[in-house]
């Protein structure tokens, strides 16, 4: 079943006051998600991932084309703040800078408390209090050790865990995932991507995976799709954007990518 379609998505930008500059953030780009799939959206900064995203998330209004979310077009249908608050409910993000997500003043308990704001659930009530164990449990948190601490007593590896467990609360339809592992320890960086997997597998949420990392996109990805100046220029599965790259983007990407090998070998 098909979850968001995108179609004829353009954002342009205007600079300047006496000599007009515009500049296409996004350009015309058109495509699908299905649900429990998971789309690496692949390209260097500046391709214009972060902005599709935004818009996705009704962060930035698009200057012209369609996003609809589950039949729905989001920026025409969705008027009310009820009705955003829905939509944010169904539709989440985990953003690149684990800190940044946060606000500092705010402990981990209200951070996974405004979660259940959303779904109607009083914070302090038995009910409240169960969920956010089970969900500090699900991503490998120990209650105990995080419950009541601040943002900057955790390690990047347990704020993006938070982030993630704020999603389980929510249980949303589509994650959009913007560079969640790029500013984690290697070390970490496995045991992150696994969580989203269990989120596809084990509630069919779809995720939108935005990278730079072609190697990542291939581990994680049913599809892939390759960003270049704000256009969408290789779409299809891993093997078929690796093995047949269409655009010569595509190909300086995979030449970008350290192997051991002088060839690229799957």
């Not at 342009?12 to 959206?41: C, H, M, Q, T, W």
């Not at 402990?107 to 956010?132: H, W, Y």
């Not at 948190?141 to 900057?152: A, Q, R, S, T």
């Amino acid at each position: 079943m098909t979850l968001l379609e995108v179609r004829n998505l353009t954002k342009v930008y205007e600079s300047g006051f006496i000599r007009k500059r515009r500049i296409i953030a996004v350009n015309n780009i058109s495509f699908d998600i299905k649900e429990g799939e998971v789309v690496s959206l692949v390209g260097e900064s500046g391709s214009g991932k972060t902005t599709t995203a935004k818009m996705i998330l009704r962060l930035l209004p698009p200057t012209s084309g369609i996003i609809k979310f589950q039949g729905k077009d989001i920026w025409r249908d969705i008027k009310s703040k009820n009705e955003l608050k829905a939509y944010w409910k169904e539709v989440h993000a985990v953003f690149q800078d684990p800190y940044a997500s946060y606000n500092p003043f705010y402990t981990v308990d209200r951070v996974l408390n405004q979660a259940l704001n959303l779904l109607g659930i009083a914070p302090g009530s038995n009910e409240g209090k169960k969920l956010v164990r089970e969900a500090l449990s699900y991503v490998g948190l120990i209650p105990e050790d995080v419950l009541g601490k601040y943002p900057h007593q955790l390690s990047g590896g347990q704020r993006q865990r938070l982030m993630i467990a704020r999603c389980w609360l929510l249980k949303p339809k589509l994650i959009l995932a913007d560079e969640p592992v790029s500013m984690i320890d290697a070390s970490m960086r496995g045991a992150i991507i696994k969580l989203f997997m269990n989120l596809r597998d084990d509630y069919k949420t779809s995720t939108i995976f935005i990278t730079h990392d072609m190697g990542l996109a291939y581990y994680v990805s049913d599809r892939i799709m390759v960003m270049y100046k704000g256009k969408i220029v290789d779409i299809g599965s891993p093997d078929e954007v690796i093995k047949s790259p269409k655009h010569e983007y595509t190909k300086q990407l995979l030449d970008s990518v350290p192997t051991l090998y002088k060839k690229w070998q799957w």
